[in-house]
């Protein structure tokens, strides 16, 4: 193969990787799946021990695959990004295959083990290969854009939308398993979109919605203008999914980032804010009037910590700290805390699942060393910010990455999918991606 013909090749290869790793910003919501395998663990909900294929999944693989053919023909250095959090990704993902020797269900961790070779392949990816923000942004906005349509369809109706070939729940208010927020006796539903539970959705809005915040602060041009529709556009359907974490999760983000353009002394940047908030207000406004009801019963005036679902979560952090306790070496295996739970636990009040606190679920499976990677991996960008803060505020592309970084950490502290589901893993790891990407280039 002469060489003009190995740039050829590497960069078809190349230009294919970087179409589906777009494919799968856009699809990371999407629930609709290929079943293959069917292991049902009755009383467990399926999806916990199912073999499952996303269409997210397919195009990560493909662009792992096309990115590696690009690799073989036209051979290049890599780079882990920052060296720590390099180490603790790769120690984070060698514990995932350690906590194989010690599961409950080793095929189940085995099928686990080998998602997590993927996304620490994806890592790579993106600390390597991702040249602009926009790479990202712009699939991401494709992505909140789609699923607020179809959430805000499902509020307004109080039904799913017969988009069941896309792998929308059938959704009724009335039937027992649908997530409600109860309003007077009555059951308001919250929006899914096409994703499998109106927090997950609620959490790729937010985490979507944080950067489209950067480009409004911080695009060039035009860019604020388009990203600010798309903003606006897509706030609406966040309230519309009643995700509490999601909200705190967005806040955080926002916060940090605002904190950062006020300390730059950016002033048309805060500007923006202040007028994006506005408006957005105004766009939520007609929503939260009609459903004030609803909208109070979810934030219940001030004691969320005595609701029934605070008390749940409560319930399950100690199910899980004891597990956690008698199985910290290794872990109770990779992806199985739920199988887990059902062994250690006959009497279980509650359906059995992750404890709703993702560190804790993530030192539960991998041990205490696989807790500690994770650990890191969530620290290390706060602490590095922190030791370089003045200088490094006065980095767009960084700022952003962290400000995503903080929304997935506050939702991992009230829900564990940013760990345990294929949706939250890719934000996750694109994050982290994203992160160690910017800092590398700061």
């Not at 690009?70 to 906590?99: D, F, Y």
């Not at 939520?284 to 219940?300: H, M």
């Amino acid at each position: 193969m002469n060489l003009s013909t190995q740039e050829l090749a590497s960069k078809i290869f190349g230009y294919g990787a970087r179409f589906f790793f777009a494919a799968t910003l856009v699809l990371i919501p999407l629930r609709w799946r290929l079943d293959l395998w069917l292991r049902p663990y009755f009383p467990l909900y399926a999806d916990y021990t199912d073999f499952l294929l996303f269409p997210s999944d397919i195009a990560l693989v493909f662009t792992v695959v096309l990115w590696l053919c690009s690799l073989m023909v036209s051979p290049r250095r890599l780079t882990a990004g920052n060296w720590l959090m390099g180490i603790s990704l790769t120690g984070l993902t060698v514990s995932g295959w350690v906590s194989v020797l010690g599961s409950v269900d080793s095929f189940l961790s085995i099928y686990h083990a080998i998602r997590f070779v993927c996304l620490f392949l994806f890592y790579l990816y993106v600390v390597n290969e991702v040249q602009s923000p926009f790479w990202v942004i712009v699939p991401v906005a494709l992505q909140i854009i789609i699923q607020g349509i179809v959430a805000a369809g499902q509020s307004l109706a109080q039904s799913s939308l017969g988009l069941q070939w896309l792998g929308e729940h059938l959704l009724d208010p009335a039937q027992s398993g649908v997530s409600i927020v109860p309003v007077g006796g009555m059951r308001f539903l919250r929006a899914y979109g096409l994703s499998d539970h109106p927090n997950i959705l609620g959490g790729c809005l937010a985490f979507g919605l944080v950067l489209l915040l950067a480009a409004v602060l911080h695009g060039k041009n035009r860019q604020p203008l388009p990203a600010s529709v798309g903003f606006l556009f897509v706030f609406p359907a966040l309230v519309m999914t009643f995700s509490r974490s999601a909200w705190v999760g967005l806040m955080a983000g926002t916060i940090f980032m605002v904190g950062c353009e006020a300390l730059a002394r950016r002033w048309d940047s805060l500007k923006r804010t202040a007028m994006l908030g506005a408006a957005s207000l105004l766009v939520v406004l007609p929503f939260l009037i009609q459903n004030f009801g609803a909208v109070q019963s979810r934030v219940n005036s001030g004691r969320i910590a005595q609701d029934d679902q605070m008390k749940e979560r409560a319930f399950l952090i100690g199910a899980g700290n004891t597990v956690f306790v008698e199985h910290s070496v290794i872990g109770i295996g990779l992806g199985v805390s739920p199988l887990a739970l059902k062994n250690r636990f006959e009497y279980f009040p509650l359906d059995y699942q992750p404890p709703h606190y993702a560190l804790l679920t993530a030192a539960m499976e991998t041990g205490v060393i696989g807790g500690m990677f994770y650990f890191l991996l969530l620290l290390t960008p706060l602490a590095m910010f922190a030791l370089n803060w003045r200088r490094l505020i006065h980095q767009p592309v960084l700022v952003g990455t962290l400000s995503l970084l903080i929304a997935l950490t506050v939702v991992g502290l009230f829900d564990y999918y940013t760990w345990f589901y294929a949706p939250g893993r890719l934000w996750q790891w694109l994050a982290w991606g994203l992160f160690s990407a910017a800092w590398k280039a700061a």
